[in-house]
């Protein structure tokens, strides 16, 4: 190892001011980077109360001479560099020689030591800056360094850390992200005595990723290997198929350093456009090597940010590797039916048997106070029946599946949202013959039901819905905006606003809203280690919410169950979604998170714009709308509707 020694002020000076020792993370982070540096094969990490009471860092790298062991809690004494000519050319993750120097003030530090070529080790402590021994150990080739009791000595920066958890959550974040970057190194993470990462160190990208995130997340991935101008890119991106909600599980390291880059993401999310839909964003673990001299590390406290020489080469090489990559890649998206409007009745055509119409209203058996349509599972049903042409002799009937027939009685009663269970006399009356449906332009459209008898109210729906006034739907335009005519007024409705407070309302307000339903099979959700374990501490919350979450283990939960209102394939991103929103929200009260949590869930499970809908769905849509004089702003404050008078109209055409 290169000798320990303190820089020359006019070294010292040109370098960025060293990030202050904050919480555990950082304390881990700047050791690990140490040891890495110091060449170790293994490493193990381990942190109790958060990192507050207790970390631990033990590698079997180079060691420290004794006679050095002094200087390196000295500030600005390192072994990284020794002149300003140095900091153009940094090899090292470490190199500003003040970690050690700021933890050793604010905690009680011991480290044992020793170097190939000792006969015997050094044990040295050092309690908030002042040494208090010096002596000979008994320890294998490598360092241990143990910090105690951080911030005892400074209460005013310890009543701003956070609870336990989430400092350890931090901890393991930083565990993660040099685990990912350093392949070749065997981690091990210990937190309060359990083991909870280890990585076979066996210099293969694809075995760091499997132990901190887990099969499912690595199923998803594409390898990229690239190399442009003197740039390589290498590592692995996600299938457009598995894009996720938000940027958090982005990965990109710089000659084996953790950054953040703006122009790497902007390089990733152009490389992904018209791959993914607007508002999705890939994942990554991407390490992008350039000659030293090419970029500046020494530009941001905490050494995440760089400054590169050519941006634009930089760009170049991330969007190139990527998009070659996704060209490569011959594997499809899943398929994603369509809703088919006919294909219920075409099959009853065939089977030589009428079925209600309303059944067009619904493909899917999902919300029971919808008027809209998302998936076909109906369609799935027809798609995967044997198909085969009847015979002039065949003398059996044709009839529909069991699955079919039972999901067309269910979407006949669905078809009437606001029809409830009828009074006891007219429970046996034969139902109303269906009227034939008039056809125009080739587009079929449903009868409108017959006149029930008025349903008896509950004393909530009388509280929230008044009789709708007369109107009139005029239309629809870029399958967005309902065109509405009432007395003297034209009303334009955002249905996707509109439907999304009506659902809001109703996950709010009632007990059967927030029911939940089964998932045939667990979806798992891979989440980075502050987000699992945040959704893991607020599972009774989501369990409240409709949620029923499990720990699969390695950074993945198992969704088992979810709101009725949402489809299964919305799962995933609305617990990713969830997961972001909790890490963020930490302080805030329940009622606030569980707000949040309606609001997304309504917004998902909402109708959006350019949606098909038909007439029958539209008129009552619209009267639902319009019997809820409370339901004029969506739950982001955005306006439902607005309004334009016959007056203003006639005025803006000059008749008045």
């Given at each position: 190892m290169?000798?320990?020694?303190r820089?020359p002020?006019s070294?010292?000076?040109?370098i960025?001011a060293?990030?202050?020792v904050?919480?555990?993370s950082?304390?881990?982070?700047?050791?690990l980077?140490?040891?890495?540096?110091a060449?170790?094969?293994k490493?193990t990490?381990?942190i109790?109360?958060?990192?507050?009471q207790?970390?631990r860092v033990t590698?079997?790298?180079c060691?420290?001479?004794r006679?050095?062991?002094?200087?390196?809690?000295?500030?600005?004494?390192t072994?990284?560099?020794?002149?300003?000519?140095?900091?153009?050319r940094i090899f090292?993750l470490?190199?500003?020689?003040?970690?050690?120097?700021s933890?050793?003030?604010?905690?009680?530090v011991?480290v044992?030591?020793?170097?190939?070529d000792e006969?015997?080790?050094?044990h040295?402590?050092?309690?908030?800056?002042?040494?208090t021994?010096?002596d000979?150990?008994?320890c294998p080739?490598?360092?241990?360094?143990i910090?105690r009791?951080?911030?005892y000595?400074?209460?005013?920066?310890m009543?701003f850390?956070k609870k336990?958890v989430v400092?350890?959550?931090s901890?393991?974040g930083?565990?993660?992200?040099?685990a990912l970057?350093h392949p070749e190194?065997?981690?091990r993470?210990i937190?309060e005595d359990?083991?909870?990462?280890?990585?076979p160190?066996d210099?293969?990208?694809?075995?760091a990723?499997?132990?901190?995130f887990?099969?499912?997340?690595?199923?998803?991935?594409?390898?990229v290997?690239?190399?442009?101008d003197?740039v390589?890119?290498?590592?692995?991106?996600s299938?457009p198929s598995?894009s996720?909600?938000?940027?958090?599980m982005?990965?990109?390291?710089?000659n084996?350093?953790?950054?953040?880059?703006?122009?790497?993401?902007?390089a990733?999310?152009?490389?992904?456009?018209?791959?993914i839909?607007?508002?999705k964003?890939?994942?990554?673990v991407?390490?992008?090597?350039v000659p030293n001299?090419?970029?500046?590390?020494n530009?941001?406290?905490?050494k995440i940010?760089?400054?590169?020489?050519n941006?634009?080469?930089?760009?170049?090489?991330?969007?190139y590797a990527?998009k070659n990559?996704?060209?490569g890649d011959?594997?499809?998206?899943?398929?994603?039916?369509n809703?088919?409007?006919?294909?219920?009745?075409n099959?009853?055509?065939?089977?030589?048997e009428e079925?209600p119409?309303?059944m067009?209203?619904r493909?899917?058996?999902?919300?029971?106070?919808?008027?809209?349509?998302?998936?076909s599972d109906?369609s799935a049903?027809f798609?995967?029946?044997?198909?085969?042409a009847?015979?002039?002799t065949d003398?059996?009937?044709?009839?529909?599946?069991?699955?079919?027939?039972?999901?067309?009685d269910?979407?006949?009663?669905?078809?009437?949202?606001?029809?409830r269970?009828?009074?006891a006399?007219?429970e046996?009356?034969?139902?109303?013959?269906?009227?034939?449906?008039?056809?125009?332009?080739?587009t079929?459209r449903?009868a409108e039901?017959?006149?029930?008898a008025?349903?008896?109210?509950?004393?909530?729906?009388?509280?929230?819905?008044?009789?709708?006034p007369e109107?009139?739907?005029?239309g629809e335009?870029f399958?967005?905006y309902?065109f509405?005519?009432?007395?003297?007024?034209?009303?334009?409705?955002?249905?996707?606003?509109?439907h999304?407070?009506?659902?809001?309302?109703q996950l709010?307000?009632?007990?059967?809203g927030?029911?939940?339903?089964?998932?045939?099979?667990?979806?798992?959700?891979?989440?980075?280690?502050?987000?699992?374990?945040?959704?893991?501490?607020?599972?009774?919350?989501?369990?409240?919410?409709g949620?029923t979450v499990?720990?699969?283990?390695?950074?993945?939960?198992?969704?088992t169950?979810?709101p009725?209102?949402?489809?299964?394939?919305d799962?995933?991103?609305?617990?990713?979604?969830l997961a972001?929103?909790?890490?963020?929200?930490?302080?805030?009260i329940l009622?606030?998170?569980m707000?949040?949590?309606?609001h997304?869930?309504?917004?998902?499970?909402?109708i959006?714009?350019?949606?098909?809908t038909?007439?029958?769905?539209l008129?009552?849509?619209?009267?639902k709308?319009?019997?809820?004089?409370?339901i004029?702003?969506?739950?982001?404050?955005?306006?439902?509707?607005?309004?334009m008078?016959?007056?203003?109209?006639?005025?803006?055409f000059?008749?008045?």
């Open positions: 290169p000798k320990i020694v820089l002020k070294v010292a000076d040109l960025a060293g990030e202050v904050e919480r555990p950082s304390v881990v982070k700047e050791l980077e140490n040891s890495i540096d060449g170790a094969k490493i990490v381990e109790r109360r958060g990192g507050v207790y970390i590698d079997d790298g060691g420290i001479a006679e050095d062991v002094r200087n390196a809690f000295v500030s600005h004494a072994s990284k560099i020794t002149g300003a000519d140095d900091l153009n090292t470490g190199f500003r020689g003040e970690a050690l120097a933890a050793a003030a604010v905690s009680r011991e044992m030591t020793r170097m190939a006969p015997i080790g050094t040295y402590c050092i309690e908030g800056g002042e040494e021994l010096l000979d150990a008994g080739v490598g360092t241990t360094l910090v009791d951080l911030f000595n400074t209460p005013a920066r009543k850390l336990d400092e350890a959550n901890v393991a930083v565990v993660d992200r040099i970057s190194i065997s981690i993470f937190r359990k083991q909870t990462l280890l990585t160190g210099g293969k990208t694809e075995s990723i499997y132990a901190v887990g099969r499912e997340f690595l199923a998803s991935l594409l390898p290997s690239y190399t442009c003197g390589t890119v290498d590592g692995f991106v299938k598995a996720r909600p938000n940027r958090s982005q990965f990109f390291y710089l084996g350093r953790f950054i953040k880059t703006g122009t790497g993401s902007a990733l999310s152009e490389a992904y456009k018209h791959a839909m607007a508002g964003f890939p994942a990554c991407l390490n992008i090597t001299q090419l970029v500046d590390v530009v941001h406290p905490a940010e760089v400054r590169f020489a941006e634009k080469m930089i760009f170049n090489a991330v969007y990527v990559t996704l060209e011959r594997s499809k998206a899943p398929l994603h039916i809703p088919d409007k006919n294909a219920l009745r099959f009853y055509a065939m089977a030589g079925k119409q309303q067009e209203l493909t899917a058996v999902q919300k029971r106070d919808d008027f809209f349509v998302h998936t109906v049903l798609d995967s029946a044997p198909k085969r009847p015979k002039p003398s059996v009937t044709l009839r529909a599946p069991a699955a079919i027939q039972d999901a067309a269910e979407f006949a009663f669905l078809a009437q949202p606001s029809v269970k009828p009074p006399a007219a046996n009356a034969p139902p109303p013959a269906p009227e034939p449906v008039p056809v125009e332009s080739g079929e449903p039901p017959a006149q029930t008025e349903p008896a109210q509950t004393a909530e729906s009388v509280q929230t819905e008044d009789a709708a109107f009139r739907v005029i335009a399958r967005t309902i509405v005519e009432t007395e003297n007024k034209i009303w334009i409705i955002d249905k996707h606003a509109a999304e407070r009506m659902l809001y309302e709010r307000a009632s007990p059967d927030k029911a939940s339903q089964m998932l045939l099979a667990p979806i798992p959700v891979t989440l980075r280690k502050d987000e699992y374990d945040a959704v893991l501490e607020h599972a009774g919350m989501l369990a409240d919410a949620f499990e720990d699969f283990g390695t950074g993945t939960i198992s969704v169950s979810c009725i209102l949402l489809d299964a394939s799962v995933p991103d609305a617990i990713a979604e972001g929103y909790l890490c963020r929200s930490s302080q805030q009622t606030e998170k707000d949040w949590i309606y997304n869930t309504a917004c998902r499970a909402a959006k714009g350019g949606d098909f038909s007439e029958y769905e008129r009552q849509f619209t009267e709308l319009l019997s809820m004089p409370q004029r702003t969506c739950p982001h404050g955005r306006p439902v509707m607005i309004e008078t016959r007056r203003e109209m006639e005025k803006s000059g008749r008045v």
